[in-house]
């Protein structure tokens, strides 16, 4: 069974082992340290994930992933960006679009956002089919708008808006 919960200190270790997979940090933000150290994720899950919308992914009582929206500022305040890894064992099997799907009702029907964005770089099409399976659409690709080891990438700007909201 698939649930979302906050992270807690005994995710420390889990979070270690996951994050410091070449495969699974591949395509995230390089702002995630590597080597992700004990001191990494101790400041993430008593400072960095303390956001309302920003979950540890849970599967059989073990961490395994994180899924999160953090809301834009200012007049983007009705506007979220989400983000997501998973541990490489459990790909392919739906939970990502599971959880994802968990944390967008939540976000949906308890908080002011209209729109959630997710920027995907042009190489990782497992996660712009998830996006489309959830039901975003893409709205642009930016060129050139990544620059992560020693190269550009383009970067895909799929976005979903609340159900009855749309334009």
Same mark, same amino acid.
Request: hydrophobic share 40%; charged share 20%.
């Given at each position: 069974?698939?649930?979302? =919960?906050?992270?807690? /200190?005994?995710?420390? /270790?889990?979070?270690? #082992? *996951?994050?410091?997979?070449?495969?699974?940090?591949?395509?995230?933000?390089?702002?995630?340290?590597?080597?992700?150290? %004990?001191?990494? #994720?101790?400041?993430?899950?008593? /400072?960095?994930?303390?956001? /309302?919308?920003?979950? #540890?992914?849970?599967?059989?009582? &073990?961490?395994?992933?994180?899924?999160?929206?953090?809301?834009? %500022?200012? %007049?983007?305040? =009705?506007?979220?960006?989400?983000?997501?890894?998973?541990?490489?064992?459990?790909?392919?099997?739906? *939970? &990502? &679009?599971?959880?994802?799907?968990?944390? $967008?009702? &939540?976000?949906?029907?308890?908080?002011?956002?209209? =729109?959630?964005?997710?920027?995907?770089? @042009?190489?990782?099409?497992?996660?712009?089919? $998830?996006?489309?399976?959830?039901?975003? @659409?893409?709205?642009?690709? $930016?060129?050139? #708008?990544?620059?992560?080891?020693?190269?550009?990438?383009?970067?895909?700007?799929?976005? $979903?808006?609340?159900?009855?909201?749309?334009?």
């Amino acid at each position: 069974m698939i649930t979302l =919960r906050n992270f807690i /200190e005994s995710d420390t /270790e889990q979070l270690i #082992a *996951i994050l410091n997979d070449k495969d699974v940090t591949q395509y995230l933000s390089t702002k995630i340290p590597s080597p992700y150290t %004990e001191e990494d #994720a101790l400041w993430w899950i008593n /400072e960095g994930s303390q956001g /309302e919308l920003v979950k #540890a992914i849970i599967f059989n009582n &073990t961490l395994i992933g994180c899924v999160s929206v953090l809301a834009g %500022e200012f %007049e983007f305040n =009705r506007s979220g960006e989400l983000g997501y890894w998973l541990a490489k064992e459990y790909w392919q099997q739906g *939970i &990502t &679009t599971k959880a994802t799907s968990m944390l $967008l009702d &939540t976000v949906f029907t308890k908080t002011n956002i209209t =729109r959630v964005f997710a920027y995907v770089c @042009e190489d990782n099409l497992a996660s712009m089919k $998830l996006l489309q399976k959830l039901g975003f @659409e893409q709205d642009a690709i $930016l060129k050139n #708008a990544m620059f992560k080891h020693e190269q550009f990438f383009n970067a895909h700007l799929f976005s $979903l808006l609340k159900p009855n909201n749309q334009n």
